[in-house]
């Protein structure tokens, strides 16, 4: 079974190459790094690029994919539009980390790309009506100067901001990191309560449907 990974950072492809080797030996991961889809997106509207990303699931699924698991939070919901209008299993990596979060009650998300707040939120609302859930409480948090490291190649000091914003929240029951490459600061916290990263069951819930 073979899963094509559409990325908008060269980043993540260590973190899930990681994950594969101690969660699905034997999984073929093909990575598809696209950072022109996050800038576009993040100015224009993520519907902006649809036609790009239908264009490189269609050439992945070409190439033997049996599924596509999108990484970016910010494109998550353009990704899924696709594959179901494509009829191909599409991904986004944030959904299982919501439908999680939405189980245990008051939500903070904390992002470093303004881009992926409203996407995130869009998300959880539709997890928690799904769940039943229709009075979710979400509060946002943008993590002041983190993607400019992040952008800079400062990946320590990004997570390091990263780790000190979820340490200043005190009234949730869970903490959602937005963007997968967040998901490094949950061992830089002190926090007690649970914080919550989409990598792992993302890519559980990829391998599953690539499987079938």
């Given at each position: 079974?073979?899963?094509?990974l559409?990325?908008?950072?060269?980043?993540?492809?260590p973190?899930?190459?990681?994950?594969?080797?101690?969660?699905?030996?034997?999984?073929v991961?093909?990575?598809l790094?696209?950072?022109?889809?996050?800038?576009?997106?993040?100015?224009?509207?993520?519907?902006?690029?649809?036609g790009?990303?239908?264009?490189?699931v269609?050439?992945?699924?070409?190439?033997?994919?049996?599924?596509?698991?999108?990484?970016?939070?910010?494109?998550?919901?353009?990704?899924?539009?696709?594959?179901?209008?494509?009829?191909?299993?599409?991904?986004?990596?944030?959904?299982?980390?919501a439908?999680?979060?939405v189980?245990?009650?008051?939500?903070?998300?904390?992002?470093?790309?303004?881009?992926?707040?409203?996407?995130?939120?869009?998300?959880?609302?539709?997890?928690?009506?799904q769940a039943?859930?229709?009075g979710?409480?979400?509060?946002?948090?943008?993590?002041?100067?983190?993607?400019?490291?992040?952008?800079?190649?400062?990946?320590?000091?990004?997570?390091?901001?990263?780790?000190?914003?979820?340490?200043?929240?005190?009234?949730?029951?869970?903490i959602?990191?937005?963007?997968?490459s967040m998901?490094?600061?949950?061992?830089?916290?002190?926090?007690?309560?649970?914080?919550?990263?989409?990598p792992?069951?993302?890519l559980d819930?990829?391998?599953?449907?690539a499987?079938?």
């Amino acid at each position: 079974m073979s899963l094509a990974l559409l990325h908008t950072s060269p980043v993540h492809v260590p973190v899930f190459d990681a994950l594969r080797d101690a969660h699905h030996p034997g999984l073929v991961l093909r990575h598809l790094v696209h950072k022109d889809l996050l800038d576009r997106a993040g100015v224009q509207g993520p519907e902006t690029v649809t036609g790009d990303v239908e264009a490189l699931v269609a050439a992945a699924v070409a190439d033997g994919a049996t599924a596509v698991l999108c990484t970016c939070s910010t494109i998550g919901g353009v990704a899924e539009s696709v594959g179901a209008r494509l009829g191909v299993p599409v991904l986004r990596v944030d959904r299982p980390m919501a439908a999680a979060a939405v189980r245990a009650g008051r939500v903070t998300v904390l992002a470093a790309l303004h881009s992926t707040l409203e996407p995130t939120c869009a998300l959880l609302a539709q997890e928690a009506e799904q769940a039943g859930e229709p009075g979710l409480e979400v509060r946002t948090v943008l993590v002041d100067g983190a993607w400019e490291r992040f952008e800079a190649g400062d990946h320590d000091g990004y997570l390091d901001l990263v780790a000190a914003a979820v340490d200043a929240v005190t009234e949730a029951d869970v903490i959602v990191l937005a963007q997968a490459s967040m998901a490094g600061a949950v061992t830089r916290t002190a926090t007690r309560i649970p914080v919550l990263s989409s990598p792992r069951p993302g890519l559980d819930a990829a391998a599953a449907a690539a499987a079938h």
